[in-house]
């Protein structure tokens, strides 16, 4: 049974940090690539970051490049979000996501975790 399941979320002042983490079972990690996205009230789900499975290769969306790092241990098949100088348009739910790489031939399997909120407010 495959499951991702995130952890950290919470409140926190603007120019604060949190470290979400995403513990993933049910499926060989190490393959998948990892990203977090999140959805903000009335918006499309968006790509926050993502990492793949060998390599270790890392992209960000520009709103939060220089503030936020993807980071995996797939000894620990845990993916993690270093969230820092947070603003109040980072409030959103955080989601999980693993899919398999875009070198394997359709169809390719993508996961969800259930998303952990973040809110950012004084």
């Known amino acids: 049974q495959v499951q991702l399941v995130e952890s950290g979320g919470g409140l926190v002042q603007p120019g604060g940090s949190l470290r979400l983490s995403c513990a993933a079972s049910?499926?060989?990690?190490?393959?998948?690539?990892m990203s977090w996205y999140r959805q903000a009230p009335g918006k499309e789900r968006e790509l926050v970051a993502g990492?793949?499975?060998?390599?270790?290769?890392?992209n960000y969306a520009d709103s939060v490049k220089g503030r936020f790092t993807i980071s995996r241990d797939n000894a620990k098949n845990t993916v993690y979000l270093q969230m820092n100088s947070l603003k109040p348009e980072d409030t959103a739910v955080y989601y999980c996501?693993?899919?398999?790489?875009?070198?394997?031939?359709?169809?390719?399997?993508?996961?969800w975790g259930q998303g952990t909120q973040v809110t950012v407010s004084s």
């Open positions: 996501n693993a899919r398999e790489p875009y070198y394997l031939p359709p169809p390719r399997s993508v996961y």
């Open positions: 049910g499926f060989t990690f190490s393959r998948y690539a």
């Open positions: 990492i793949t499975g060998v390599g270790f290769t890392t």
